[in-house]
Nanobody, 121 residues
Framework: VQLQASGGGSVQVGGSLRLSCEAS????????MAWFRRAPGMEREFVAT????????FYGDAVKGRFTVSKNNAQNLVYLQMNNLQEADTAVYYC???????????????WGHGTQVTVSS
C-alpha cells in the first residue's frame, strides 16, 4: 500500500493546518492509521492514531486538545486537523499504516514520505 501525505505548509503561531493521508488501498488485517512527526535533530514522535474499524483515537501528550485525527473510509483518507500551532510543532509529518492502533512506530509497516509543517512567530 502507498501512503501520500499532503497539506503541510508554513503558518504563524496560533494558526491551523489540516493534513491529509491518502492510502492507495486498504489491506486486509491492517486497521491502524497513525501520524508521527520528526523535528530537526529529534527522534520521530507519535502524534495521533485511529482505526479504520472505528473506536477512539489516541494522541501524543504534546498535541492533546489541539490536534484531531479523523478518517473517511469511503475515500481511504485520514486527516490531521492541527489547531493552535506552536513553533514546537515544526516537523515533517508522516502517516503510517499498521495492523493495530498503536503509539509505537515499530508497529507500523507502511509509511508515507512526509509533509513539512513550519510554524513561525
Amino acid at each position: 500500500v502507498q501512503l501520500q501525505a499532503s497539506g503541510g505548509g508554513s503558518v504563524q503561531v496560533g494558526g491551523s493546518l489540516r493534513l491529509s493521508c491518502e492510502a492507495s488501498r486498504r489491506l486486509r488485517g491492517f486497521d491502524g492509521m497513525a501520524w508521527f512527526r520528526r523535528a530537526p535533530g529529534m527522534e520521530r514522535e507519535f502524534v495521533a492514531t485511529l482505526g479504520w474499524s472505528g473506536g477512539r483515537a489516541f494522541y501524543g501528550d504534546a498535541v492533546k486538545g489541539r490536534f484531531t485525527v479523523s478518517k473517511n473510509n469511503a475515500q481511504n483518507l485520514v486527516y490531521l486537523q492541527m489547531n493552535n500551532l506552536q513553533e514546537a510543532d515544526t516537523a515533517v509529518y508522516y502517516c503510517a499504516a499498521g495492523r493495530f492502533v498503536a503509539d509505537d512506530e515499530r508497529q507500523y509497516d507502511y509509511w508515507g514520505h512526509g509533509t513539512q509543517v513550519t510554524v513561525s512567530s
